[in-house]
């Protein structure tokens, strides 16, 4: 199991931004493949962005692509989502998972390793 925090969250206008933090604790986050999800209430866990291992290689989903950065600060050993132009859709819990491996997409049930969950609200 590989342990991941996520950090950042908060309440937000929209039209807004946020950078949120998935830090590793014990292993280095250029071996592992990560992923960001969102849960809204009553909707299923849904995949926002992810980062391939190596390289740049980046997948967003289209609600977000244009509005959210994914990136690795490898001295950090930090990835970043840079939340921009917030949306009140775009309010949920985010978690950030990750998986040894190169990439794994925007589904859910390929990643095992999960954080808890930072809390983003976008409100008026």
């Known amino acids: 199991q590989l342990h991941v925090v996520e950090s950042g969250g908060g309440l937000v206008q929209p039209g807004g931004s946020l950078r949120l933090s998935c830090v590793a604790s014990?292993?280095?986050?250029?071996?592992?493949?990560i992923g960001w999800f969102r849960q809204a209430p009553g909707k299923e866990r849904e995949g926002v962005s992810c980062?391939?291992?190596?390289?740049?290689?980046?997948t967003y989903a289209d609600s977000v692509e244009g509005r959210f950065t994914i990136s690795r600060d490898k001295a950090e050993n930090t990835v970043y989502l840079h939340m921009t132009n917030l949306k009140v859709e775009d309010t949920g819990i985010y978690y950030c998972?990750?998986?040894?491996?190169?990439?794994?997409?925007?589904?859910?049930?390929?990643?095992?390793?999960w954080g808890q969950g930072t809390q983003v609200t976008v409100s008026s």
């Open positions: 980062l391939a291992s190596v390289g740049s290689r980046a």
């Open positions: 014990d292993f280095t986050l250029g071996d592992v493949a």
């Open positions: 998972a990750a998986q040894r491996g190169y990439y794994y997409g925007l589904r859910p049930e390929n990643y095992d390793s």
